[in-house]
């Protein structure tokens, strides 16, 4: 119980070192100042997406086969170097060349850092809590992500690049934490070593196909996934139009958005930290049927009222690490240890797919009407996509493949 409770402890260690709120208030905002336009931009987030759509099942594959905790201290160490290049980028060419290093290294630890929080929980026969546990660990995350919010709105006022170095630093210091982890001991029994390419093929397959999750694999991981990722794309240059309104001066945007999005991770923070408690009694099932709608139709409103854009994407972004958590729950409780890393990528290739046309659509659409249109219309399509999908078949079943109730 020591061992894993440490394990836990360095979990929640590495978690805050993902600084990705440092360069978040302002990422958008560098990169139009370099000269891309809404297109560009949605090129960029193309090529990473394209990027995780062909590394996602052989880097899920490395971490099976490799071990988890070394499948995230590669994607760690490139990322970090990742940061430093984007903040000494200078145009298109190099960015594009950035972002295919930056998805690389993230897709070595999407699947492989759920898959290790679960087995190491298995360990102790405790993975039911792995919801809560990852909730937890978001919630140390975002906590800092309030400071890195505030110090990375100020420090774009002076230099829009500096907090992509700062963030570069902070997720360098992942890398001791991550070599003090152990490798859970399920994992370790699991034959790994013997997962071959045509085996992780069949997993992933079987997976996709499984009457437990294929709808929801749409609904979430195509839907849901993609719309809140054009919201991620659009709050900067729609907040940068919006606070003006409201009285803001455009010289004190870029702190504003600071504060804006350390709101945000403090929001994100507190639902992360009752992930278990919202799982016990909301149901996983009342969530997922009731955020998507929530969130769509509230990005078609802002296309009449744009005001409204400050407390729907406080409210979109808010809710994003919570529902991931409890999506990760109710996959990880429909596979088997062996594999794992292997599924979860594939899944994180579904979205990576998907979200390709609605980025790419978003950006011309941005660039001939306005991001707040796109937005509208990628709510539209929130709605009746997840109407659709329940018109087809519940999207959250019970492990035994019924419609779930206390779920």
Same mark, same amino acid.
């Given at each position: ?62 971490? &099976? ?22 903040? %000494?980028?200078?145009? %298109? ?12 290294? +993230? ?12 087995? =190491? ?65 399920? +994992? ?7 997962? !071959? ?18 709808? %929801? ?42 504060? %804006? ?8 923070? !507190? ?24 969130? !769509?139709?509230?990005?078609? =409103? ?5 005001? $409204? ?12 690490? =919570? =529902? ?8 990880? &409780?429909?596979?088997?240890? $062996? ?45 009746? !996509? ?22």
């Amino acid at each position: 119980m020591w061992q894993s409770n440490r394990n836990i402890g360095l979990y929640y260690a590495y978690k805050s070192t993902k600084a990705v709120e440092f360069y978040r208030p302002i990422m958008y905002l560098y990169f139009l100042s370099l000269g891309l336009d809404y297109t560009g931009i949605a090129i960029l987030e193309g090529i990473y997406n394209v990027t995780t759509l062909v590394s996602e099942i052989p880097t899920g594959y490395v971490g &099976d086969r490799v071990g988890r905790r070394n499948s995230l201290l590669i994607g760690t160490t490139i990322i970090t170097l990742t940061l430093v290049g984007i903040g %000494f980028a200078g145009n %298109f060419a190099q960015l594009a060349v950035l972002y295919a290093c930056w998805s690389f290294g +993230y897709t070595f630890r999407s699947g492989s850092s759920d898959a290790w929080l679960y087995d =190491t929980l298995t360990d102790d026969l405790s993975e039911d809590r792995f919801a809560h546990v990852r909730g937890r660990g978001q919630a140390v995350a975002l906590l800092v992500g309030v400071v890195g919010s505030v110090l990375g709105g100020y420090l774009g006022n002076i230099d829009l690049a500096y907090p992509f170095l700062v963030a570069a630093g902070v997720t360098g210091i992942g890398v001791p934490v991550l070599l003090a982890m152990d490798e859970p001991t399920s +994992y370790e029994e699991s034959e790994s070593d013997e997962l !071959g390419v045509r085996e992780a093929v069949g997993v992933i397959r079987e997976t996709l196909s499984n009457p437990r999750l294929r709808a %929801f694999v749409v609904y979430y991981f195509v839907l849901f996934s993609a719309v809140s990722y054009l919201v991620f794309m659009y709050v900067q240059p729609v907040l940068e139009t919006v606070l003006p309104q409201v009285g803001v001066p455009k010289g004190s945007v870029e702190p504003i958005l600071g504060w %804006f999005y350390a709101a945000i991770s403090l929001l994100s923070a !507190g639902l992360s930290y009752y992930t278990g408690a919202i799982r016990e009694r909301i149901g996983i099932r009342t969530w997922f049927l009731v955020i998507p709608f929530v969130v !769509g139709l509230g990005l078609v =409103t802002l296309r009449f009222v744009p005001v $409204l854009a400050i407390p729907a994407f406080l409210f979109a972004r808010g809710i994003a690490e =919570t =529902t991931r958590s409890l999506a990760s729950q109710y996959v990880n &409780d429909r596979i088997e240890t $062996l594999g794992r890393a292997t599924v979860l990528s594939a899944l994180a290739m579904v979205s990576s797919l998907t979200v390709i046309p609605f980025q790419l659509g978003s950006g011309l659409l941005s660039d001939a009407a306005s991001p707040l249109t796109a937005l509208a219309v990628a709510g539209g399509v929130l709605v009746v !996509g997840s109407l659709a999908v329940l018109g087809w078949e519940s999207p959250v079943k019970s492990a035994t493949g019924q419609r779930a109730e206390a779920e």
